[in-house]
């Protein structure tokens, strides 16, 4: 118990020395608040059952309505995918992607706050790049900038932040917190080596990336030991596959609690950023446990 209350004061030590990450007109300010990325599955296929990608020729319409209720409930982010990362989803082209993702980053630009970040979950570097021309902001990618040898130039031409995320699958593992410390360490080298700025990376350790469910229980209790990388970092539990085992095989849907317990948990172990599926359930839990681990609260004036 005392090593993991240690785990809680290290982690809020080291959160609050992290520099803000400023670009264009975005700044993010790390340690004082944890933010919320609402998501956006532009797929027909998503795990979670909220891909909005259909034959309907409104799902454009409904995606930028969803995005600005994620917005109204206090998501800073909307993160937006044109393919599902689900383990034997089915690999769309780069093409495919585009033709899902530009027209809706191109809608959601236009129809949500300029302050709002657009972040777009991909792994190909023309996709990142056509998505960033469209109103895009920030590069969240599942390997690293290491699957598509031209995404760490497509970051560093535009100067914008890059999510790296530690992804186990094919990966020789030993200990999952030394693997991944170790993995999310050489992409933070090889994004260095590309002319990407220090203050640009967040890292993300990559839950349910293959790793099994008691990897990834592992990782969520030892979270605070990846601050030791001295970058902010993104969490992605929502809904995930091992909430569903451990709460008795429930679906994706009846996965809230569990996500809830993750989320609060997770800020107590140094999380900046949660990337959730149910912004406003999320977002009451993100500033209960901000009051908690970072004193946020502030008593109301009468």
Not at 22 to 34: F, H
Not at 50 to 67: C, E, F, H, N, P
Not at 152 to 159: F, I, K, L, N, T
């Amino acid at each position: 118990m005392s090593e993991q209350k240690d785990g809680f004061l290290m982690a809020s030590l080291l959160a609050a020395t992290l520099p803000p990450t400023r670009w264009a007109d975005y700044s993010l300010e790390w340690g004082q608040s944890t933010y919320v990325m609402g998501i956006i599955n532009a797929t027909p296929d998503s795990f979670s059952g909220d891909g909005l990608q259909t034959d309907k020729d409104d799902w454009i319409q409904r995606a930028v309505s969803q995005a600005q209720q994620f917005v109204a409930e206090g998501a800073t982010f909307i993160d937006v995918g044109g393919e599902s990362t689900r383990p034997h989803a089915e690999l769309v082209t780069a093409t495919q992607e585009i033709e899902r993702v530009v027209p809706l980053i191109r809608a959601l630009r236009a129809a949500l706050p300029a302050q709002i970040m657009i972040s777009i979950d991909t792994y190909k570097a023309e996709v990142a790049e056509q998505a960033l021309a469209a109103g895009a902001s920030i590069i969240n990618d599942i390997w690293a900038l290491k699957q598509d040898p031209a995404m760490a130039e497509v970051a560093r031409a535009h100067g914008v932040p890059v999510v790296l995320m530690a992804n186990m699958r094919g990966y020789q593992k030993h200990e999952i917190v030394s693997d991944v410390t170790r993995f999310l360490s050489s992409a933070i080298d090889h994004a260095l080596a590309a002319g990407i700025a220090w203050e640009h990376i967040i890292i993300d350790p990559g839950i349910g990336f293959g790793t099994t469910p008691e990897e990834n229980l592992t990782l969520l209790r030892r979270l605070g030991a990846l601050q030791a990388l001295g970058r902010p970092i993104l969490l992605g539990t929502s809904r995930k596959s091992t909430i569903g085992l451990i709460l008795g095989g429930l679906p994706a849907t009846e996965r809230l609690e569990g996500t809830a317990a993750t989320v609060a948990l997770g800020i107590a172990q140094g999380a900046d950023i949660v990337r959730v599926h149910d912004v406003r359930e999320m977002m009451r839990v993100v500033k209960m446990s901000d009051a908690i681990v970072r004193g946020t609260f502030q008593q109301p004036q009468v």
